[in-house]
């Protein structure tokens, strides 16, 4: 990923900040420019909302193969996660083994480091999820 999309994206990364359609109430993470369900009539319709970061395990994978960082991390789970608000958002799953996760299982995001950068050291951070 490329420094300035990363920059550019850090609000979202740091709060969970999506958005919402006055007309039609859904709401989407990452945030639209418009509803695709309202199109032209939701521009000037579309309100920033700050996501609970709760909500329920929709489905998920163990990763049992990765690369570069994430290989010590194995094995690690990847959920779908459908929050509480309506969108579907991936995430990994923390402090938790791979068979602790359930489908339906209640979990909230959390802010963790995702990565380290091996040549200049910076460190990523992002949002996860654990069992509430
Ligand atoms: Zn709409």
Known sequence: MSVPRFWREIPQRYN?????CEICSKVYFPPRES???CRRKSIGHIKDLKLSGKGEVFT???IHVSSGEFEEQVPYPI???KLDEGPMITAQIVD????CVKIGMRVESTFRQIQQDGYTGALYYGYKFKKV
């Not at 969970?16 to 919402?20: A, D, E, H, V, Y």
Request: glycine residues 6%; proline residues 11%.
């Open 60 to 62: 998920y994978s163990i």
């Open 79 to 81: 959920a779908i996660i």
């Open 16 to 20: 969970l900040i999506g958005n919402k």
């Open 96 to 99: 938790c083994d791979p068979d």
């Open 35 to 37: 509803c695709p369900v």
